[in-house]
T-cell receptor, first 115, second 111 residues
């Protein structure tokens, strides 16, 4: 059972366009929703994260939109660039005792930005 | 400030051998997580450790896998009697204020 469902599996966008990746979760106890970017042969790098008390968070060209009632959140990459070509993962977790951040991950979206 | 350091980056083992993967967290971080990533998949939580303590090992296979984070030195993920299905990328992360920072991973290939 996939607790965090991510779509699409792959995405092709033209340079300058908007890339949109969506995630849906099931566990209403989740309280932390990060997005990670991973290049081939590298570890995931934290891009941006949101908590359920806000509906949107923006950092540079990256925006997270969060819909608590629908249990969905999405990543928007504005003005997409070829350097953004990577695999993007959404994740979710809830705070446990001892500040344990056991992330539950989506299966990833492979983004290709054409020049 | 160096990031999370993992070694070896690549490891090849034959079936039945042992694999040891090491992770040094970021300076000042005392929490370490291990995740496994199979090809074309997301990461799967394995274990969460603090210095000298295993806090959550709910993602660790019951047999052949163990982890430690001693008072001195790196965290070690140990896989005994490896099988082909253990071939994967193993990522370590350390955390600060709830945010996880990942190393570049150790890629294990079992022949």
């Amino acid at each position: 059972q996939q607790q965090v469902k991510q779509s699409p599996q792959s995405l092709i966008v033209q340079k300058g366009g908007i890339s949109i990746i969506n995630c849906a979760y099931e566990n209403t106890a989740f309280d932390y929703f990060p997005w990670y970017q991973q290049f081939p042969g590298k570890g995931p790098a934290l891009l941006i994260a949101i908590r359920p008390d806000v509906s949107e968070k923006k950092e540079g060209r990256f925006t997270i939109s969060f819909n608590k009632s629908a249990k969905q959140f999405s990543l928007h990459i504005m003005d997409s660039q070829p350097g953004d070509s990577a695999t993007y993962f959404c994740a979710a977790s809830r705070a446990n005792a001892g500040n344990n951040r056991k992330l539950i991950w989506g299966l990833g979206t492979s983004l290709a930005v054409n020049p | 400030n160096a990031g999370v350091m993992q070694n070896p980056r690549h490891l090849v083992r034959r079936r039945g051998q042992e694999a040891r993967l090491r992770c040094s967290p970021m300076k000042g971080h005392s929490h370490v997580y291990w995740y496994r990533q199979l090809p074309e998949e997301g990461l799967k939580f394995m274990v969460y450790l603090q210095k000298e303590n295993i806090i959550d090992e709910s993602g660790m296979p019951k047999e052949r896998f163990s982890a430690e984070f001693p008072k001195e030195g790196p965290s070690i993920l140990r896989i005994q009697q490896v099988v082909r299905g253990d071939s994967a990328a193993y990522f370590c992360a350390s955390s600060y204020r709830g945010e996880l920072f990942f190393g570049e991973g150790s890629r294990l290939t079992v022949l």
